[in-house]
């Protein structure tokens, strides 16, 4: 950033490179809506730009970003709310919408995350908001608990506790729905 | 390490967050309880479960027009530090000039120091090379008005770059409307940075009060203090316009937002109202092409020049009617 703002405009790009599919990933698991992730990403780069020249160095620059992204996300929704604009469901599902079962064999990877986005994206949707942001910040945006106690305005024990409930709940919902957890599975 | 504290790290160790003395630890506490073998294996089983969804990879569309404003953005900044950089050097040079004068540039620095500035009848008592000294330490105390004033049109800048959002069904079109939007509200700082044409002095003019209408709503906008009051679909050639009108907390239109989609490529115009309800600015996708009315409504500022003839006369000049009285161009 301090490179960007001393006119290096291929630093802009190398942060946003670096960061794109972090935010696009938050924005869009958050809204539910990739459109609106789309345009909501491209304002948080725009507000980027718009910073630099009174940017100084007070935080990890992650941290504000994710800051900036969290807070058009939740401008966007309150917004919404207000408007009575329906939250779009296009890759989430009905919570209790019926699809393949999870036995039915996937022809391949590609096609069983085809299968499994919607019903992931309806488990996500299910959380209640603090504990959302704080697994997509975690999962998607892969923010460290402490930076994610900064963007949230919450101390890190809540935000782990968060993410315990968060995990939790998660799993009930994939349960509920089908989704048999891959036996491989082991925390990284 | 307890059985509290070790549950409390679980989700650290899960995501790689632990050193590595710690790591080993919880992980020996989950070794020997069962209660944490658990929880440690259904978090692996959540997880394992939301990781099998590949990623979704970010859509590339848009980056070049952002990738443009950031570099105009960059071009501003470097002009901006080269700007402080030479004023420095300037007032430097104007200080040691004074020094060099000797005698009488005390006293005149003395009599500055006094009365807080130079006054004029100092400048004309002067001899004709200290009057020329005199003249430059003037010319500094202009310049640093002017980089004052440059700093201002920065910071206004910068503001109203935020994303003008125009609300339309064109995720395309809005899209490149918010990135043009950024850059066009650069575009009148930069001629506030420009000297006063010869005669004017720092008189404003009508494209500057017009910049100033628009800066005005555009924080509007970012601050989100506008809300749509009033919102209209309505045939336009082959397709359909779709109008927003939105409002101040006092229920003031100061922007209508068009979007047409009438088979050509989408297309978005903004109509920036003053507080009187009279059309100040209109910017065809946010601001690619943008054209300046005064109060009487002539064009004062061409952004970029429109090819077609601009359609001005079709625009509705009062708020109040913009959503009746919008003809499609």
Known sequence: MQRFRRGDASAFEVLVRRHRGAVHGFLARCLGDRGRAEDLAQEVWLRVIAAAPRWEAKARFRTWLFSVARNLAVDDSRRRAFRGTPVPLEAAGAPGEAGPAAEDPPPDAAAEGSLLRPRLQAAIASLPPEQREVFLLREYADVPFAEIASITGSPEPTVKSRMRYALEQLRRRLEEMGLAPHPAGRPR | MTHEEARELLVDLAYGELAEAAAAEV?????ACEACREEWSRIGLTLSAVRRVPRDVPPEHGEEALFAAAQEAAERMARSRLRRRSLTVRLAATAAAALAVGGLSFRLLARREASGGLPQ??????????????????TGETERGEGQKA?????????????????????????????????????????????????????????????????????????????????????????????????????RTRLVAV???????????????DP????????VRGGAR???????????????????????AELPRRAQTALDDFSCP
């Open chain 2, 27 to 31: 992980r020996a506490h989950i070794g």
């Open chain 2, 121 to 138: 009848a100092a400048v004309s008592d002067l001899a004709p090379a200290d009057r020329a000294t005199a003249s430059g330490a003037r």
């Open chain 2, 151 to 251: 700093a201002v049109s920065e910071t206004w800048a910068s503001k109203n770059a935020a994303a003008v959002r125009v609300p339309s069904p064109g995720r395309e079109a809005a899209s490149e409307a918010r990135v043009a939007g950024a850059r066009a509200a650069a575009a009148p700082a930069a001629q506030d940075q420009a000297p006063p044409p010869a005669g004017k002095g720092a008189a404003r003019g009508p494209a500057s009060e017009a910049a100033e209408v628009a800066a005005e709503v555009d924080g509007l906008v970012a601050g989100r203090a506008l809300r749509i009051a009033k919102a209209r679909t309505r045939p336009c050639g082959d397709g359909v316009a779709h109008l927003e009108a939105w409002a101040d907390a006092d229920g």
């Open chain 2, 259 to 273: 979007e047409i989609r009438d088979g050509a490529s989408p297309r978005s115009i903004e109509l920036l109202y």
């Open chain 2, 276 to 283: 009187a309800g009279m059309l100040r600015l209109a910017r």
């Open chain 2, 290 to 312: 943008a054209v300046s009315l005064d109060a009487e409504g002539r064009r004062v500022l061409e952004e970029v020049p429109v090819p077609a003839p601009w359609p001005e």
